[in-house]
């Protein structure tokens, strides 16, 4: 594979596309307010091969099955997975003994894909309703499609995330009798320096264009919001947190788990952020007895070596070691992550780590179980228009994107990409490093 082919020519129409002073102003506008920040740097969205689009999806389809089937396998019930990936029961509070935990612990996804001389290669898969981006990707989507003379005229197409997410609903509400109705339990607390609740009103109103009654609740309203206790308004909802954020904020999970004891389904539930445990991935990554031989190309294919980290040994590149001597033997080559971290809490990079530093997070790793480590991949470039800071015009330069496509129910549902400014390496995270948020989507055949 040569090293732009997955990415394409990287040529994009720009016929149809506005001015770019007319461009900025139109996309400072249409992404103001938002979770993320505006990314006024990128002059148009990462146009992909249709081909190479749909490997994203479809990828992301088998290993988020292959993912839920080890976490489903490892044990019978939700206590038992628990003990099987060595976490503590108190971080999964909002579980219920109930169906619905299990059929729709994959509803909705998100992995973090790099893109390396062999192709996409999974880092991880967030799993759960409090994975971020969805509504950016959608506003995204809609603003380049405006800012290269709508989407008629646009060199690309994508996917709307919110009508997929509002369609899932949709299916569930038929599913279990109930009235097509949605409370959206979240805060605007978690989302920095927002001013107004626009973030919110746009997953409403994309709830209501889909025939879904939709409020949104902050968690000291949520009972009285549903109704309870007494007449139910509400007996569906999009849980909008994370168990992680909200015990980090301070914010008290008990009408959460009063709804759930009422009966109220909460999308999606605390199975999901089992199986996004990256141990999960570790586990499909080193092979598991129940695996095919398509199961096993799979994962060749898509994922990167994988282990969780113990004293024990694996096999890397025809070496077998102890897992701590490989890693203190070769930093360059691994990457250390917790199981259950977010937003890059807790990574740490050999190549980038002094002996010292690595030793230690090694040794800590070792000590504490729930990390995993990971060979570290080299990305290949994509090359991507971009202003410049001093507003003289644009240029062209190599960025490396971190793809992340969304999956709901099952269905494609657009696709966000991060990257970091030309010139910087390490970690990738809006929040943490300043990377840009973007989308991909595919050039129109």
Aim: net charge negative.
């Amino acid at each position: 594979m040569t090293l732009r082919h997955w990415y394409g020519t990287g040529e994009v129409p720009l016929s149809t596309r506005m001015p770019v002073p007319e461009l900025t102003a139109h996309m400072r506008q249409a992404l103001d307010d938002l979770d993320y920040p505006a990314n006024l740097r990128s002059m148009r969205p990462v146009v992909l091969p249709q081909s190479s689009y749909r490997e994203l999806f479809t990828a992301t389809r088998h290993v988020l099955g292959l993912l839920r089937r080890a976490l489903l396998a490892s044990a019978p019930d939700t206590l038992g997975r628990m003990a099987a990936l060595g976490v503590p029961e108190e971080h999964y509070p909002l579980w219920v003994d109930s169906p619905w935990e299990v059929d729709y612990a994959t509803c909705m996804a998100r992995p973090d894909i790099s893109v390396t001389a062999d192709g996409p290669k999974f880092l991880e898969m967030n799993i759960g309703s409090g994975i971020g981006g969805v509504v950016e990707t959608q506003v995204n989507t809609l603003a380049w499609q405006t800012a290269f003379g709508g989407a008629g005229r646009a060199p690309f197409t994508g996917y709307d995330p919110l009508s997929a997410r509002a369609a899932l609903f949709s299916r569930a509400a038929r599913e279990f009798g109930v009235t097509p109705a949605v409370a959206v339990v979240g805060t605007l607390r978690d989302l920095g320096s927002v001013r107004t609740t626009r973030y919110f009103d746009l997953q409403l109103a994309a709830f209501q264009r889909h025939g879904l009654r939709a409020e949104f609740f902050e968690p000291e309203d949520l009972l009285d919001g549903l109704g309870l206790p007494g007449a139910r308004r509400y007996a569906l909802g999009l849980r909008h947190l994370t168990v992680y954020d909200w015990t980090r904020l301070g914010l008290d999970l008990s009408p959460i788990r009063t709804a759930l004891d009422e009966g109220c389904v909460l999308l999606a539930p605390q199975s999901a952020y089992l199986i996004a445990n990256k141990q999960v991935l570790g586990w499909i990554s080193e092979g598991r007895p129940w695996m095919t031989e398509d199961d096993r190309a799979v994962v060749d294919r898509y994922v990167p070596w994988t282990r969780v980290v113990g004293d024990r040994p694996a096999e890397w590149r025809g070496i077998t070691k102890s897992i701590p001597d490989l890693l203190l033997a070769h930093p360059g080559e691994f990457v250390l992550k917790p199981g259950l971290g977010l937003g890059g809490h807790g990574v740490v990079f050999g190549r980038s780590s002094d002996a010292t530093t690595w030793h230690d997070a090694v040794t800590h790793a070792v000590r504490t179980g729930g990390y995993i480590a990971q060979e570290h991949l080299d990305s290949v470039p994509h090359r991507m228009e971009l202003a410049a800071e001093d507003g003289s015009g644009t240029y062209e330069d190599d960025v490396f994107p971190l793809l992340s496509p969304f999956l709901f129910d099952g269905r494609p549902a657009g696709c966000l990409v991060r990257y970091l400014p030309p010139g910087r390496e390490g970690l990738i995270s809006v929040q943490g490093t300043g990377a840009l948020p973007s989308i991909a989507v595919a050039a129109r055949q």
